[in-house]
């Protein structure tokens, strides 16, 4: 069982930043891939970035390329998100993924299909 702890949510109005963590109770030494994923009201989840150990690959969606960096840290297994210049269309909820199954990834995985253990989420708020 690996457990994601993730923090960083919250209300910020519009242009400004949020930075999310998660961390994955995971060993350091797993070949990891975690990414972000996102579900606004109404919607479905959505990709949003993700980070590879391995191979340092990182994948962004189109909507936040440019405004978001996605980065990890070995110790413990964490990836953050950069969320700059927000939107109110930014509005959701966003899940942590990792997959953790010794998986080495040329690039990173963005489809919900490819992880294994999601987060419960933490909710984003940008008001205009």
């Known amino acids: 069982q690996v457990q994601l702890l993730e923090s960083g949510g919250g209300l910020v109005q519009a242009g400004g930043s949020l930075r999310l963590s998660c961390a994955a109770s995971?060993?350091?030494?797993?070949?990891?891939?975690m990414g972000w994923f996102r579900q606004a009201p109404g919607n479905e989840r959505e990709f949003v970035a993700a980070v590879t150990w391995n191979s340092g690959s990182t994948a962004y969606a189109g909507s936040v390329k440019g405004r978001f960096t996605i980065a990890k840290d070995n110790a413990p297994s964490t990836a953050y998100l950069q969320m700059n210049s927000l939107k109110p269309e930014d509005t959701a909820i966003y899940y942590c993924a990792v997959d953790h199954r010794q998986i080495y990834y040329h690039s990173a995985p963005t489809q919900e299909f490819e992880y294994v253990s999601w987060g419960q989420g933490t909710q984003v708020t940008v008001s205009s």
């Open positions: 995971v060993r350091t030494s797993s070949d990891l891939a």
